[in-house]
């Protein structure tokens, strides 16, 4: 029975060949970092008021300029279409249907013009600035032809993090199929078949150029190793004036880095240690909030992911100062776990757990819980959060 999402988890580990699932799972070197994402969530306390007046609960709230029906979205995965066949139209379905929006990655299988003959709803497109800027290009203007109106700038991959589930796995070193990765894939033969179904996947996005090879696992290795370097603020500078629609920097833990995305014109931010798949040792996402929303003041939109595996997390993330919260790993559990429907899933379990636990707290609303912030949200040691 799923009740939860570490349900989805189990069961996606169950279906998904193991250089798939340690892929989403995993984090780099240690994963210290992984692991206090979730570590530093559970050192947040909620208060809990009784006998209050009851009103009508209302889970809405703006984020990114919008307002939206749950103080949540999908934010940017890759490889959706390896967990699960046609896996970021699945995605995208589950998403529109709860009326939040759905960002899909530069290394996804589907394109963006695949998704937007598929739907009408909102979709944002989650940029890796590459050294080939006529590539960077050509993905810029994909994005305004299906009507993307919110760009995700990713900076804090342009060296990436040793993740060493990967590294044992072979995710991508491996850039064609093997008799041994074969075999692999063949000990999950329901999870193989979804895959068979729709063809040999591929990065849609770069398929039309042959120097990325061909199928997901080389193009994949090679769109890696096309990331900038160099990629400094000069860069953000240049994204801001090329694209019209909003710029979101993603990637952020330091106020004053988030202080300078502001500066430059950008809309907002996401504060993400990559789920703890850079960094090692980095701050978790939830304790470096505060002092980056007191840095930027209350009016920049901040977004956060990292950890969330409950509808507490997203009050508590809410409730020290974000404007609106991403999910990564917790619907790609359901993704690979149950298709589409788990992907719904997922969303149907936290709002549930946000409703019910906001009915706990006496508290109405998502736009009461931002005012009231900290004195619902509170931490167990006196050193922590920061102010």
């Known amino acids: 029975m799923l009740v939860n999402v570490l349900d989805y988890r189990e069961r996606a580990r169950r279906r998904l060949p193991k250089i798939f699932f340690d892929y989403i799972d995993g984090g780099s070197f240690d994963e210290e970092t992984m692991r206090a994402n979730r570590a530093d969530f559970a050192a947040l306390t909620l208060q809990q008021r009784v006998l209050v007046e009851p009103k009508a609960q209302d889970l809405s709230t703006a984020y990114l300029g919008v ?85 995700f700038v990713t900076v804090d991959t342009a060296i990436t993090g040793i993740r060493e589930r990967d590294v044992r796995n072979g995710f991508r070193s491996l850039t064609q199929m093997t008799p041994g990765l074969l075999a692999r894939l063949a000990l999950r033969p329901r999870w193989l078949a979804g895959i068979a179904l729709n063809g040999l996947p591929s990065v849609r996005a770069i398929e039309h150029r042959p120097e990325f090879g061909r199928g997901a696992l080389a193009q994949a290795a090679n769109l890696s190793r096309g990331i900038d370097k160099t990629l400094c603020w000069k860069d953000i500078a240049w994204l801001r004036d090329r694209w019209l629609g909003k710029l979101i920097v993603k990637g ?7 202080a300078m995305a502001r500066e430059l014109g950008c809309d907002g931010i996401v504060i993400s240690n990559h789920g703890g798949r850079q960094l090692d040792g980095a701050s978790s996402t939830i304790r470096a909030l505060p002092a980056i929303r007191s840095a930027v003041g209350p009016d920049f939109c901040l977004m956060l992911d990292g950890g969330i595996r409950r509808g ?76």
């Open 252 to 258: 952020i833990l330091a106020p004053g880095d988030a």
């Open 67 to 151: 307002r939206h029906p749950l103080p949540f979205m999908l934010g940017p995965v890759g490889f959706l279409g390896l967990y699960s066949g046609k896996g970021e139209f699945k995605a995208v379905r589950a998403a529109h249907a709860a009326g939040i929006p759905f960002c899909l990655s530069t290394f996804s299988i589907a394109s963006l013009a695949d998704l937007r003959a598929e739907t009408k709803g909102p979709l944002h497109f989650q940029l890796y600035v590459l050294e080939d800027r006529t590539l960077c290009e050509e993905l810029l203007q994909a994005a305004e032809h299906a009507g993307v109106d919110t760009l």
């Open 312 to 387: 507490t997390d997203i009050i508590k993330a809410i409730g020290l100062g974000a404007d609106g919260v991403m999910l990564g790993r917790a619907y790609a559990y359901g993704l690979s776990a149950a298709g589409e429907q788990g992907v719904a899933g997922v969303i149907a379990v936290l709002e549930r757990e946000i409703s019910i636990s906001l009915a706990l707290m006496g508290v109405a609303s998502i736009d009461d819980l931002k005012r009231r912030g900290r004195d619902v949200v509170t931490a167990k040691s006196k050193v922590w959060p920061p102010s």
